[in-house]
């Protein structure tokens, strides 16, 4: 058994952290998805920080904090 140090969560030396291999996607699910959406939504940052266009979002928390 490890050691019954608190780690501040409460769970002492019980937890382990592991990653999760490539190749156990489920089916239907595929990284390539996953690469094509951030490329889109990184490429549609730039152009609208090109144009100088303010999201939603942004033009709230402009609204709120002046």
Do not use: C, F, N
């Amino acid at each position: 058994m490890g050691s019954d140090r608190w780690d501040g969560a409460g769970h002492g030396s019980r937890i382990e952290l592991t990653a999760q291999p490539l190749h156990s996607y489920r089916k239907g699910e595929s990284p390539a998805a996953a690469v094509l959406v951030w490329t889109v939504s990184v490429a549609g940052a730039y152009q609208m920080k090109k144009r100088s266009y303010r999201g939603p979002a942004e033009t709230l928390l402009r609204k709120l904090t002046y």
